[in-house]
């Protein structure tokens, strides 16, 4: 196709998927159906793991469950099963110990069978500037937030492409879009999240194929108990989040095969507007909305409450 065709169908199509998009404002997505889809979740022994086991159970799913809490994962078990999965299968692993996951992938794979679907959800936080930081649990942050991530892809990926079906899920963070004082190493891991996911998508598109889809989800903070503590100035604005309704809009995120979720919706624009305004005038809005200080009163998720 030469340059000035070329150009035409770009404009054309461009006009057509603004316009497509417009419509779905209004339009509700059709929904897939994932009966019988294997789903594996990673840090399913709480938080919105355990909330996104027991949606995904109440579609008739078969649900593999991966934690290192083996009291909080056989309560996540329970709750799936009773919520309606077909079968609930639960594993201890350590996602942050690459030998592990790839021996737990294995037993999954000999045990249940292909996944269909991959949610790395399992995360850790530190919750100390940089510079107080130990080594050991900035390595330990990047092994569980980021590396786990390459592992799970290379065990589940290639029967995913190969049978042209599946849904890679990235529980990443608006932290992996927009740095902030006191999370360093935590952004890093989930900048490095948003990166892999967006790029291993981006290689599944040059293939040609269509069936395996992406979504990464970048929430605000859930009041899971994983950030107690943490404040926020404008609520209107940057509300602490409900862990129900995220664990609803991911799902329904993933049944309408939605590439990117940020929650709330204002981190759409804030992600948008780092990019284009001035740095002095970002700095000074996110001083106004309080982003520097979010993690002053940090405490983060007690041992009693795990
Ligand atoms: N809570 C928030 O404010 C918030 C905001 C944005 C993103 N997130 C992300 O959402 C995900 C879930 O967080 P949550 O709020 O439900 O927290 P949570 O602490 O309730 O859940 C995290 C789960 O991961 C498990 N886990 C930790 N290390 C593990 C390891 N090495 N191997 C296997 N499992 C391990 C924990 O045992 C726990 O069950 C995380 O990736 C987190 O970074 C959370």
Known sequence: MNFFLETVRAMLLSLWFNLESLVFL????????????????????????????????????????????????????????????????????????????????????????????????????????????????????????????????????????????????SIASSAGLIGVNGLADYCASKFAAVGFAESVGLELVATGKNGVKTTIVCPYFINTGMFDGCQTKCPSILPILNAEYVAKKILHAVLTDQVYLMLPKSIYLIAALKNILPMKQGILLGQYLGAFNVMDDFRGRSKKQE
């Open 26 to 169: 209004v339009v509700p997505r059709k929904r897939k159906n994932i009966s019988g889809e294997v789903v594996l979740i990673t840090g399913a022994g709480s938080g919105i793991g355990r909330l996104m086991a027991q949606q995904f159970a109440a579609l008739d799913t078969v649900l593999v469950l991966w934690d290192i809490n083996q009291e909080g994962l056989k309560e996540s078990a329970r709750l799936a099963g009773a919520a309606g999965a077909k079968r609930v299968h639960h594993f201890l692993c350590d996602c942050s110990d690459r030998n592990e996951v790839y021996r737990v992938a294995d037993q999954v794979k000999r045990e249940v069978g292909d996944v269909s679907i991959l949610v790395n959800n399992a995360g850790i936080v530190t919750g100390k500037k940089f510079i107080d930081a130990p080594d050991s649990l900035i390595e330990k942050t990047m092994e569980v937030n980021i590396m786990a991530h390459f592992w799970t892809y290379k065990a589940f990926l290639p029967a995913m492409i190969a049978n042209n079906h599946g849904h890679l899920v």
